[in-house]
């Protein structure tokens, strides 16, 4: 039997309450033989947005029993911190929901985060559509982009994965490269010392 050395991450979605999520990872790791864990505690069934208190719950059982959670959350910033406090060492927040493709809804969250949470590993983790929306995450300084129906429901499934891997390897290089910050006035490139003036 042939075997990959990859990690897998077992994911408790479809888990709308903490037991059903504890009792997911449960399986999994039992399965998987891997203490790492994607947990999802569904807290609305159009929006699949998070449950804000059943994901701490379930978080701090499953860090105390020795889990590496990787736990899909919002972009809010309270909810994060109770997060890191249980035991979350990575952070995986929506850009959008689930399998909207709509890209990154709050920006400004999305990069509160990165600034109050400079050590701590940030994935976004839903709602991206296209490959600059994942280049956009990127270069708000985000480690990595997980996706899966951006590229499952693409034309061309190889093709759309490829222009995702370059628009993440692009965006992280700007964000490597200090970008400009915004101005609100127009502020001349090209110098003027030494310009004829008549």
């Known amino acids: 039997m042939q075997t990959l050395s990859v990690h897998l991450l077992p994911n408790t979605a479809g888990c709308y309450s903490v037991k059903e999520a504890v009792t997911t990872a449960h399986m999994a790791r039992e399965l998987f033989d891997t203490p ?23 978080a701090k059982i499953l860090c105390e029993e020795g889990f590496e959670v990787f736990p899909y959350t919002t972009e809010d910033l309270v909810l994060a911190e109770r997060l890191v406090e249980v035991g979350c060492r990575v952070l995986m927040p929506w850009g959008a929901p689930i399998g909207s493709g709509l890209g990154l809804n709050n920006p400004y ?65 700007a964000y490597q490269a200090s970008p400009m910050e915004p101005r609100d006035m ?5 110098p003027v010392i030494g310009k004829a003036w008549l």
């Open 109 to 173: 969250g999305l990069r509160s985060l990165r600034h109050y949470f400079p050590d701590i590993p940030l994935v976004v983790d839903a709602g991206i559509g296209l490959p600059s929306h994942a280049a956009q995450a990127m270069e708000l300084g985000y480690d990595a982009i997980l996706l899966n129906t951006a590229v499952a429901k693409a034309g061309d499934p190889v093709q759309m994965a490829k222009a995702f891997a370059l628009a993440v390897e692009a965006g992280r290089s």
């Open 186 to 190: 127009a502020s001349p490139s090209t």
């Open 36 to 58: 790492w864990i994607k947990l999802e505690v569904i807290g609305h069934s159009d929006t699949l947005q998070p449950d804000p208190f059943g994901l701490v719950e379930a």
